[in-house]
Structures are given as structure tokens and as C-alpha cells.
């Protein structure tokens, strides 16, 4: 199975703030690979796929990058919106596994 | 508009049995990879199964904490998705999300989780 293992666990940032958040994945998985962003007591919203490409209607201060093993997710100015939990996801091969999440809380 | 609606969860005893719904409509889920995702209290995301489109034969693919207990099918006639859940732990306890899966890639695309229910809650306790 591929581990996908995402830092930091948690973060507290600033309305404004660029964010970064890291996955990597145990082996290499063709950029099959996807972010989702939940909310307290909602279901998750898909808004990266293949590493890079917006979901649509996702805010354009979102993107995906990285090839490889390794990809970050990055919120280029903090709204208050975007506070949430953020989970990476891999879906080269089954068994389809997430990161462990990135809970993204105000300063 | 793409809508999912789960129903069918509630409190089950261990060793139990249960049928969650999911209820597709703004599309056709038959053309469709249809996946469930769970979601233990407090904790992460993990995939259960994956049932493919009716080109692909509806064929299905499960994580392996599920194996031979859960058994995904559709009802075409219905738009209707269900997961069939028996011998019930009470690690299963979780909130059950159907999942629209979209297409990435080609020409052989491989398929990500694209939209989602809000969830179904089922509780494994005696």
C-alpha cells in the first residue's frame, strides 16, 4: 500500500498569510494525486487533481504542484474561509489512500 | 446540480448487519465510478470500495479492513448506490460519505473522489 504522510499536522496562520502544506507518498504515483479541504461537520470539497489542476469553481489563490513522491498545497492569501482541515489523497493504484490531514487554524 | 443523498445509517450491535443508500440525481450514475469514503469520529478519511460504471461492468475494488464484509452494488433503474455492511465491528463506527468519482488522465484515466454526500452516521455499539 502507498503511505501518504502530510506536514505539518496542524498550523496556525494569519488572514493573508501564504499557507504551505506537504505530502509525500511513499512511492512514486504518476501525479495521481489530490487535496480536499473539510470543514467542521461537512463533507470534504475536492479542489486540486492530478497535483496541479483546479476543481472547478476553487478560489485561483489555491494550487497544487510537486511530481514525483512529493507535492504541496499552497493558499496564496489566507481567507477566513479557508480555515479547515486538508487532506492529500493518491489515487494511482488501490488501495486509494489520504494523508492524515493539515488542520489549518487562525493565529 | 450534482446531488448525493446517504441515508440507511444508524445504531447497529456488533456482529450486525446494514444497508446504506445513496440516492444520485443531476446526472446518471450508471456512467459513473462510485466510491464510499468513511470517516471515523474525530479522525482522517479512508477509502471502503469503489464500484466502476456499467462499461466497466460494474466491477469493484475494496480496502482491505472491509474485504469480504462490505459489498457494494447499484440499483441503475433507481440512481441508487448502496453498501451492503455485515459482521459490523465497532471499529466501523463512522460517517459514510458516497462519492461521485471524476476522471483524470489519458487514455487511460485513473479516478479521483470529485463530489460528495453529506454523509450518513453509523454507530457499531451493543
Known amino acids: 500500500d502507498i503511505q501518504m504522510t502530510q506536514s505539518p499536522s496542524s498550523l496556525s496562520a494569519s488572514v493573508g498569510d501564504r499557507v504551505t502544506i506537504t505530502c509525500r507518498a511513499s512511492q512514486g504515483i504518476n501525479n495521481y494525486l489530490a487535496w480536499f479541504q473539510q470543514k467542521p461537520g461537512k463533507a470534504p470539497k475536492s479542489l486540486i487533481y492530478a497535483a496541479s489542476s483546479l476543481q472547478s469553481g476553487v478560489p485561483s489563490r489555491f494550487s497544487g504542484s510537486g511530481s514525483g513522491t512529493d507535492f504541496t498545497l499552497t493558499i496564496s492569501s489566507l481567507q477566513p474561509e479557508d480555515f479547515a482541515t486538508y487532506y492529500c489523497q493518491h489515487y494511482n493504484s488501490y488501495p486509494l489512500t489520504f494523508g492524515g490531514g493539515t488542520k489549518v487554524e487562525i493565529k | 446540480e450534482v446531488q448525493l443523498v446517504e441515508s440507511g445509517g444508524g445504531l447497529v450491535q456488533p456482529g450486525g448487519s446494514l444497508r446504506l443508500s445513496c440516492a444520485a440525481s443531476g446526472f446518471t450514475s450508471s456512467d459513473h465510478y462510485m466510491d464510499w469514503v468513511r470517516q471515523a469520529p474525530g479522525k482522517g478519511l479512508e477509502w471502503v470500495g469503489r464500484s466502476r460504471s456499467k462499461p466497466h461492468s460494474y466491477t469493484t475494488e475494496y480496502a482491505a479492513s472491509v474485504k469480504g464484509r462490505f459489498t457494494i452494488t447499484r440499483d441503475d433503474s433507481k440512481n441508487l448506490l448502496y453498501l451492503h455492511m455485515n459482521s459490523l465491528k465497532p471499529e466501523d463506527t463512522a460517517v459514510f460519505y458516497c462519492?461521485?468519482?471524476?476522471?483524470?488522465?489519458?487514455?487511460?484515466?485513473?479516478?479521483?473522489?470529485?463530489?460528495w454526500g453529506q454523509g450518513t452516521l453509523v454507530t457499531v455499539s451493543s
Open positions: 462519492v461521485r468519482a471524476q476522471p483524470s488522465g489519458t487514455p487511460y484515466p485513473h479516478y479521483f473522489f470529485g463530489d
